[in-house]
């Protein structure tokens, strides 16, 4: 069974990259899929709810779900493709170029034009998201924007208005100013030491931190650098933000999101995962709004999408799966379990998504579907694990405080450009 | 090892030569021998060439091509030992950092163990406890090691500096400092000293007690009788910890992942967090598998240089010296 599946795929690969730019030949005969996904026990229990689902509607298709813990899966996934044994549906994010410029990926513009998909129109900005050289690898599948987390009673006892989305740079200076209180070892703010954080002031403030068309990247240009210089004094000018040390002085696996829920810090921008830890702690008094936004609204997002790998015997059965998984129906679990934020903007504004059984607490999840505009996405290069570790090193002295924001965004600059080969 | 201890110590008399064995003729009864050798020892033999020696030539000559693990490598020559060798901007600081590591955390660890197990070898109360105590750490898993160090190393609140802060030290932040982050790997690796140690002391119970009797007799002092006694006796485990020191140091892995994922800025990166970086999330497996033979090379001088001075500190006990 081994060999056979082996010869298989090597057929289809080689169909594959001969035409460069098809779908590859569909057996329609092969019923059987695999499809691998990344996280824990929800995001298994949500994927599974969509896939069965998705049986009741192709009652003949075989689905499997394989889900790979999250730090596993590039590895996983790179040894199933390259020893021939890849799945049929591939969850992928921020990675989708390591395979598509590898021509590891099905294009699915036929296969959308076909079906008559409009990804921008059912997804929003997110449906451009994962391209590569002209053509479309993948279905959004989750999205959702960084949002401001704001400790209410914190923000009470102070005296603060509550944020909103027509918070500026400046309205939220102050409000970090006035929430943050060194004798009880309070911070007004979790900071943007994470790239999501600083490469989304970097595009408020007009800049690129990779150019949106081609990746080239343009992290010393002034604009950027003017809002390295704005994350910076959020640490060592106000001090309104814990830098690491004083993270790791509250504990060992401290970061933002534990120090948002022991009141610590009293805003926090991150991702809808923090809704649920927060929402199960006891006594925690907290809300969500859109972050705020600069001379330009600009704010990362969190999501991913699902691609067919070329070796997929059936691409066009992996399509109409992913289709289906990808439609309001299809992602109406990711909703109702809680999981995440389904990319389906339809999905997005319905009470399914705004109003769940599983939370109690009344959170403004209204604030996600706010953000959907506002979303950019930096470039998904190829080179996108060595750009994160690039980041690290380059600018390690500089979130301590011992660099300039010129001289860390020059260095930074200098690394990248060794790194990444922009595309045309 | 302890084994050749146990034997009575060589007095003066010449070692029986055991090495003349001419060529004899098979017997039957040898080739049946001989067989059943081949028959216990070939799941070992298939597993070193099917799991190790297979690999390992793959991945020479993965070392002169460029793979992403996707498409078909492409053969560049020399092109990755170049690069790595002169074009690298972190290849060499890297190697340094693995060096400096190794250089100073196995010399230490096997002072640090020796006299653990000089201490514990005496008849103190509790000693029994006392072993276990100090083995205990090398038990536990190096993940949870390195989240009980990230407490330990913590700036301000972390035990290591409240304490330097009451003999008036300030303290580093060990973690996020370039100049510190390397000696806090090392202070990690001693904590870990407790494996020579076992090992230390079954050599010491091994040394015969005549030779501290003579030497008491002769009026040595304590710590004559341990440098000329003990220590010579010692030194085959001595040895032993020291190959597999530096063999073990070299190839550091999981403390610095877990603990510093090499930062800050490459200060604390080694040589195997960085192959693995470049083959399994930079898609560079040639590139990795370079990194991986000049470490080899690296691993295999530093070993042979121990070899080779062996001679002039190493004593077996069944072999006499003029």
């Known amino acids: 069974m081994g060999a056979v599946g082996a010869a298989a795929g090597l057929a289809a690969c080689g169909g594959g990259s001969s035409s460069a730019g098809g779908v590859p030949e569909s057996d329609e005969d092969h019923t059987s899929f695999v499809m691998t996904v990344w996280g824990g026990e929800e995001d298994k229990n949500a994927y599974q709810a969509r896939i069965d689902l998705a049986k009741e509607k192709f009652p003949d298709y075989d689905i499997t779900l394989q889900l790979i813990p999250s730090e596993n899966y590039e590895q996983k996934v790179q040894t199933m493709i390259s020893s021939k044994t890849g799945p049929d549906i591939m969850q992928v994010a921020e990675n989708v170029n390591v395979y598509a410029s590898k021509k590891q990926l099905v294009p699915i513009d036929e296969l959308l034009a076909e079906a008559g998909l409009d990804l921008e129109e059912t997804f929003g900005p997110v449906g451009a998201n994962y391209t590569w050289d002209g053509a479309t690898y993948g279905v959004p599948d989750r999205s959702g924007a960084m949002v401001l987390y704001y400790n209410k009673d914190l923000f009470d006892e102070a005296g603060v208005d509550y944020p909103s989305a ?15 209180d060194p004798d009880k070892g309070q911070f007004g703010y979790g900071g943007v030491g994470w790239w999501p954080q600083w490469f989304s002031l970097v595009a408020q403030n007009g800049g690129n931190v990779l150019d949106p068309e081609t990746g080239a990247p343009g992290v ?60 199960a702690i006891e006594g925690l008094n907290w809300d969500i709004a859109p972050f705020f936004h600069g001379a330009q ?5 969190f999501g991913s999408a699902l691609v067919i790998p070329t070796a997929a015997k059936n691409p066009k059965g992996s399509f109409e799966i992913i289709q289906f998984l990808t439609s309001l129906e299809g992602q109406t679990p990711i909703a109702d379990k809680g999981q995440d934020v389904p990319a389906n903007l339809e999905l997005q504004g319905s009470d399914a998504f705004l109003d769940p059984d599983w939370l109690e607490a009344d959170v403004n999840l209204q604030a996600f579907p706010d953000s959907a505009d506002m979303i950019f996405t930096p470039k998904f290069i190829p080179e996108w694990n060595e750009m994160q570790k690039a980041i690290d090193d380059a600018m390690a002295a500089f979130w301590l405080g011992d660099a300039d924001a010129q001289t860390t965004a020059d260095d930074l600059q200098g690394r990248l450009e060794r790194i990444i080969k922009p595309s045309e | 090892m302890t084994s050749t201890a146990l034997e009575p110590p060589a007095v003066g008399e010449p070692a029986p030569r055991r090495r003349q064995a001419t060529r004899q003729k098979l017997t039957a009864h040898r080739r049946k021998e001989a067989l059943t050798f081949y028959l216990f020892i070939s799941p070992w033999v298939i597993g070193f060439v099917v799991f190790l020696l297979g690999p390992m030539l793959f991945s020479i000559y993965l070392s002169f091509t460029e793979w992403d693990s996707f498409t078909a490598p492409v053969w560049v020559g020399l092109d990755n030992y170049i690069t790595l060798l002169t074009d690298d901007p972190i290849f060499m600081k890297v190697m340094g950092n693995t060096a400096y590591y190794s250089l100073i955390s196995v010399p230490l660890g096997m002072v640090v163990s020796l006299f653990i197990a000089n201490l514990l070898n005496k008849k103190v109360r509790f000693r029994k406890l006392f072993r276990t105590l100090v083995y205990l750490p090398h038990l536990i898993p190096i993940v949870a090691v390195a989240l009980i160090f990230q407490m330990v190393f913590a700036p301000e609140a972390g035990p290591l500096n409240q304490a330097l802060a009451l003999i008036g030290i300030d303290g580093p932040n060990w973690l996020m400092d370039a100049s510190w982050v390397k000696p806090a790997l090392i202070l990690m690796s001693l904590w870990q000293a407790g494996g020579g140690t076992i090992l230390l002391l079954a050599g010491m119970n091994g040394i015969p007690k005549e030779l501290y009797e003579a030497a008491e007799i002769d009026g040595a002092s304590g710590f004559r009788q341990f440098w000329s006694v003990t220590f010579p006796q010692l030194t085959p485990v001595i040895f032993f910890n020291l190959i597999m020191g530096i063999i073990g140091s070299f190839q550091v892995f999981a403390q610095v992942f877990i603990l510093t994922g090499g930062g800050p800025d490459n200060a604390s990166q080694m040589a195997v967090p ?27 001088a530093f070993t042979a240089l121990a070899f080779a001075t062996s001679g002039r500190w190493v004593f077996y006990e069944s072999e006499v010296r003029q």
């Open chain 2, 274 to 300: 960085m192959l693995f970086d470049e083959a399994f999330r930079f898609y560079h497996m040639g590139y990795g598998s370079a990194i991986a033979w000049i470490l080899f090379v690296v691993i295999m």
């Open chain 1, 297 to 301: 609204s600009a704010v990362s997002a």
């Open chain 1, 166 to 180: 027509d918070w500026d740079w400046d309205d939220f200076l102050e409000a970090a100013k006035a929430l943050t």
């Open chain 1, 220 to 279: 010393n240009s002034p604009e950027a650098v003017e809002a390295l210089q704005f994350a910076h004094d959020l640490y060592f000018t106000h001090e309104v933000a814990p830098t690491e040390v004083d993270y790791s002085n509250m504990g060992p696996e401290m970061g933002a999101d534990g120090a948002f829920q022991q009141g610590l810090v009293a805003m926090n921008s991150t991702g809808f995962w923090a809704v649920g830890g927060n929402a």
